[in-house]
């Protein structure tokens, strides 16, 4: 299972920007997908998680009202569409998958993980 992320860039504060990741492979149905970031200098952290099963949804306290995952069965895609953005929303996004079940702000979750889209906002 490959995890292919996309749509980072530059954004002014306030802004916004949707990203993607699309999971391709071998048939993959997975158990939740996430987004997690990593500053410089800092530990990597949830972003928000979604379930495939009943979509239900997680997010980290920094990013509520802000920021909304979404996902499409058909492509085995989830989508996170960021508004408000701020300076410390700055950040490598790494989206991830797993299969099993469990907390889905857990990183040790999940055993597929993107290559990271770089987010930069400027004050």
């Known amino acids: 299972v490959q995890l292919q992320a996309s749509g980072g860039g530059l954004v002014q504060a306030g802004g916004s920007l949707r990203l993607s990741c699309a999971a391709s492979?071998?048939?993959?149905?997975?158990?939740?997908m996430a987004w997690f970031r990593q500053a410089p200098g800092k530990e990597r952290e949830f972003v928000t998680a979604?379930?495939?099963?009943?979509?239900?949804?997680s997010y980290a306290d920094s990013v509520k009202g802000r920021f909304t995952i979404s996902k499409d069965n058909a492509e085995n895609t989830v989508y996170l569409q960021m508004n408000s953005l701020k300076p410390e929303d700055t950040a490598v996004y790494y989206c991830?998958?797993?299969?099993?079940?469990?907390?889905?702000?857990?990183?040790?979750?999940?055993?597929?993980w993107g290559q990271g889209t770089q987010v930069t906002v400027s004050s």
């Open positions: 492979g071998r048939t993959f149905r997975p158990y939740a």
């Open positions: 979604i379930r495939w099963s009943g979509a239900s949804t």
């Open positions: 991830a998958a797993t299969a099993r079940g469990g907390a889905t702000y857990w990183p040790y979750l999940y055993e597929y």
